[in-house]
T-cell receptor
Framework: LAKTTQPISMDSYEGQEVNITCSHN???????ITWYQQFPSQGPRFIIQ???TKVTNEVASLFIPADRKSSTLSLPRVSLSDTAVYYC???????????FGKGTMLLVSP | DVKVTQSSRYLVKRTGEKVFLECVQD?????MFWYRQDPGLGLRLIYF???????EKGDIPEGYSVSREKKERFSLILESASTNQTSMYLC??????????????FGPGTRLTVL
């Protein structure tokens, strides 16, 4: 099984915009792209989901190019509380040929 | 408030013991999942179930089995625990679908230590 590929870690400062990219070259036609956030000692929680182009909600934006082989999670004006691990999931676990990747550890500093 | 609960937050077992990890969801979800999470390896799917009594192997099913006798409950069983099964175990549930169109709701996790 192929995995999605994300940077292992990223550093940022409060108030900056953070963009985390996930590569998924083998995405299937029907697969959705979902991003999750995980704090220590908690289960992951849903942030945003998209299929193509751009999706925006109250906490993030998701950019998906036309070929859908990658996606970028954009967090505007991060705060210390955004320090967490971010995972992208492509398709449905168990059905997709892609799986959860190793996640990106985002550290936001003052 | 939707909820996925796991029977224990922390568990310590001995090598060779049979271990049961229980997961209950109150959202009437068809899909349920068991993952393990290890440092540097991310989330890896062990088993999943799309209906009562139905189960499918995930990426790393060896050494594990599952049971789903009721829609709301999905159990992970370690028949004979080994030290390499020391890990964080996460349960999740979602509405039916095969393309990831429905978000997964995760439990808080069970940190299992096998001595």
């Amino acid at each position: 099984l192929a995995k999605t590929t994300q940077p292992i870690s990223m550093d940022s400062y409060e108030g900056q915009e953070v963009n985390i990219t996930c590569s998924h070259n083998n995405i299937a036609t029907n697969d959705y792209i979902t991003w999750y956030q995980q704090f220590p000692s908690q289960g992951p929680r849903f942030i945003i989901q998209g299929y193509k182009t751009k999706v925006t909600n109250e906490v993030a934006s998701l950019f998906i190019p036309a070929d859908r082989k990658s996606s970028t999670l954009s967090l505007p004006r991060v705060s210390l509380s955004d320090t967490a691990v971010y995972y992208c999931l492509v398709g449905e676990a168990g059905y997709s040929t892609l799986t959860f990747g190793k996640g990106t550890m985002l550290l936001v500093s003052p | 408030d939707v909820k996925v609960t796991q029977s224990s937050r922390y568990l310590v077992k001995r090598t060779g013991e049979k271990v049961f990890l229980e997961c209950v969801q109150d959202m009437d979800h068809e899909n349920m999942f068991w993952y393990r999470q290890d440092p540097g390896l991310g989330l890896r799917l062990i088993y999943f179930s799309y209906d009562v009594k139905m189960k499918e192997k995930g990426d790393i099913p060896e050494g594990y089995s599952v049971s789903r006798e009721k829609k709301e409950r999905f159990s992970l069983i370690l028949e004979s625990a080994s030290t390499n099964q020391t890990s964080m175990y996460l349960c999740a549930s979602s509405l039916p679908g095969t393309s990831g169109e429905n978000e997964q709701f995760f439990g808080p996790g069970t940190r299992l230590t096998v001595l």
